[in-house]
């Protein structure tokens, strides 16, 4: 039997919602075995992000070489990543084990405006890890972030701006629509030639915590399994609708995504 295997890059989410724990339950979802390297603690919970705790970046290296030298990976996904320091280092892991199949999600800032990136890191972001990434999955903000650009406001803005994000050098660009307006949740999918649009039924919910981390590691999930990256994004807005239509009440304030939705509904 064939194990695909993903690692993923990311902090720690303390409430199970989002970040590395998001990405291992998705993984696990989509039949891939899953790794991980903490860069970061988060105490967090439904009600926000009370505290931060980098992990030092030698010992976010030490995590990728005990995987990559041994257990390998198939796809890897970056999500949250704090610092320029843990960005250069990460990047530098990616070269020397790579090239492999990446999808970089920019993670800056946490649902209830917590800073999971520090600002200065963004150009580390853009010039260091940007240029590796088969697939860069930005938000509506954390494109505008990294264009150093206004609000996008329309399907028609997001296009033109993914666009512009293509010529940092990411193979495919991203763009999720979930931060605009509209009874759609529209994202755009952009290889330099062609666009393509993902559609779904905008969930009137709020109960949307680890939505971003979810899209990126079901993509990497993807991508391990040797999809094409137009199907492997396909299958992860499947995947991620599932799990916000039906989002779970827990804690007191933004509850999680339902990751074991997509199974129920295919069973
Ligand atoms: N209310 C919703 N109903 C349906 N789909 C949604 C909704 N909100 C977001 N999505 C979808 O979820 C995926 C993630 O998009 P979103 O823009 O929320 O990412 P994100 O902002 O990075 O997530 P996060 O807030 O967790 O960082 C996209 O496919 C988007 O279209
Ligand atoms: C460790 C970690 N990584 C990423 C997010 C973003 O997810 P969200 O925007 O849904 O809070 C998060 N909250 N925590």
Redesign the pocket.
Same mark, same amino acid.
């Given at each position: 039997m064939t194990v695909y295997k993903a690692l993923t890059i990311a902090g720690s989410d303390s409430g199970g919602g989002?970040g590395i724990q998001a990405d291992l339950k998705t993984f696990q979802e989509l039949g891939v075995f899953g790794t991980s390297a903490i860069t970061a603690l988060t105490s967090q919970n439904t009600l926000g992000v009370q505290a931060v705790f980098p992990i030092p970046p030698q010992t976010v290296g030490s995590q990728i070489d005990s995987v990559l030298s041994d257990i390998g990976a198939d796809a890897i996904k970056t999500g949250m990543l704090f610092s320029a320091e843990i960005i250069t280092l990460v990047a530098g892991k990616l070269r020397q084990y790579g090239p492999l199949p990446l999808v970089v999600d920019p =993670?800056m800032i946490a +649902?209830g405006g917590a800073a999971l990136l520090q600002a200065e890191a963004v150009e580390a972001l853009r010039r260091e890890l940007l240029p590796l990434a088969t697939v860069l999955t930005p938000? =509506?903000p954390e494109a505008s972030a990294i264009l150093g650009e206004p609000e996008i406001r329309s399907v028609e803005e997001a296009v033109e701006a993914a666009k512009r994000l293509f010529a940092y050098g990411p193979r495919y660009i991203f763009l999720? %629509? @979930? !931060?605009m307006d509209g009874d759609e949740?529209v994202?755009v999918l952009y290889d330099g030639t062609e666009v393509r649009l993902y559609r779904?039924?905008?969930?009137r &919910?709020k109960h &949307? !915590? @680890? &939505? %971003?981390?979810t899209?990126a590691s079901a993509i990497a999930a993807g991508l391990a399994k040797r999809l094409p990256v137009p199907e492997a994004v396909a299958e992860a +807005?499947r995947f991620? &609708?599932a799990a916000?239509g039906s989002g779970l009440e827990i804690g007191g304030g933004i509850g999680p995504t339902n990751h074991a939705a997509w199974r129920a509904e295919r069973s």
């Open positions: 989002a =993670v +649902k938000n =509506v999720k %629509g @979930g !931060h949740a994202d779904s039924p905008r969930f &919910t &949307t !915590h @680890g &939505t %971003g981390c899209t +807005k991620i &609708t916000i």
